[in-house]
């Protein structure tokens, strides 16, 4: 019977430091998960940087071309415009 009580209270114990255990565990863990909240922001900062300088570099030229494609026809009918009014009048 004593041997019974023993193992009862061995499992006991047990289970009492498991427990602690995971508490200290879960708390770590939250400890950490705030501690590198600034860590992860500067990071996703980083990643928004980047992009940002990819769309510039990328989206910017091609803008760039379509707008010339845009303007140069638009310059040329001014000048022809332009070139109309002045001899006519």
């Not at 061995?10 to 863990?29: E, N, P, Q, R, Y």
């Not at 992009?51 to 803008?63: D, E, H, K, R, S």
């Amino acid at each position: 019977m004593l041997e019974l009580l023993g193992i009862l209270a061995l499992v006991a114990v047990g289970a009492v430091v498991l427990g602690i255990l995971a508490l200290v565990i879960g708390l770590v863990k939250l400890v950490l998960k705030i501690a590198l909240i600034p860590l992860a922001l500067l990071l996703k900062g980083l990643g928004l940087l980047v992009g940002a300088l990819v769309v510039l570099v990328v989206v910017g030229p091609l803008v760039f071309g379509i707008g010339l494609v845009i303007l140069l026809p638009l310059l040329l009918l001014g000048a022809v415009i332009w070139l109309g009014v002045a001899f006519v009048t």
